[in-house]
């Protein structure tokens, strides 16, 4: 997996550089793919690394998890809670108690961080790297606008199963490959459990397109739901007469 490791290093190294950039930033949640763009990161650039750790009503192991990797990686890195910011922007909102548990008050969480992320981009000349990996983008496992709003994504070729194995080459510490994979959308919320399948399953079906009929029911969907998501948004096919 070193040639993998090298491979992403010196592509991150190039876009960055095409960008006029100095490094890269990334929000660090405490799970495995976010651990590897880390460490991806520090190896392109070893003083030119930010992590950012936003907490916003999530289970406290996130942060300490988060905490672990930068420690490791040697990353410097700010903690923003956005908790506030969730919470003041809910009230402002006026929802309905049903309201409350719906998937669009769930992804302004991602989107709060998106904006975060952007700040210290911006303030440092840094690219925003995004951590979503081929199996998630294909899809739609993300937030548009949200963790979906990055400038690269170093593992948007890989698979779910091919991270793992990037994950333990690079020396990222068990507990946090062994985690269960979560968008820390809602308290438990799981990848797997959200989208009906294990990681195992949907990588398998995308590599080989065999499987049960549930698996490929489901993945098919996901795929057909999410189009709108990988692409940039509509405009209309006809042109018009511009007058001067």
């Known amino acids: 997996m070193e040639e993998v490791a090298i491979y992403l290093e010196n592509w991150i190294k190039t876009k960055v550089a095409d960008a006029g950039a100095k490094g890269g930033v990334i929000g660090i949640s405490g799970g495995m793919d976010s651990a590897v763009v880390a460490a991806l990161v520090k190896r392109a650039y070893p003083d030119n690394t930010l992590g950012v750790i936003m907490p916003c009503h999530s289970n406290p192991k996130d942060a300490e998890y988060a905490r672990l990797v930068t420690d490791i990686l040697n990353i410097d890195f700010v903690e923003v809670d956005l908790t506030p910011v969730f919470d003041t922007l809910i009230n402002s909102l006026n929802l309905r108690e049903n309201q409350m548990s719906s998937m669009a008050v769930a992804n302004i969480k991602p989107r709060l961080r998106m904006t975060t992320l952007y700040y210290y981009a911006g303030l440092k000349n840094y690219l925003v790297v995004g951590t979503g990996n081929k199996s998630e983008l294909l899809t739609g496992y993300f937030t548009k606008y949200g963790d979906g709003g990055v400038d690269i994504e170093p593992l948007g070729n890989m698979l779910k199963c ?66 709108h998501k990988r692409e940039m948004p509509a405009v209309p096919d006809k042109e018009f007469p511009a007058y001067f």
């Open 162 to 227: 091919q991270v793992y194995q990037l994950a333990k080459h690079l020396n990222i510490p068990e507990a946090i490959i062994q985690r269960a994979p979560t968008a820390g959308l809602w308290t438990d919320q799981t990848d797997e459990e959200e989208m009906g399948i294990t990681y195992r399953e949907l990588d398998k079906y995308l590599s080989t397109q065999e499987g049960p009929q549930q698996v490929a029911d489901i993945v098919d969907k996901l795929f057909a739901k999410s189009k």
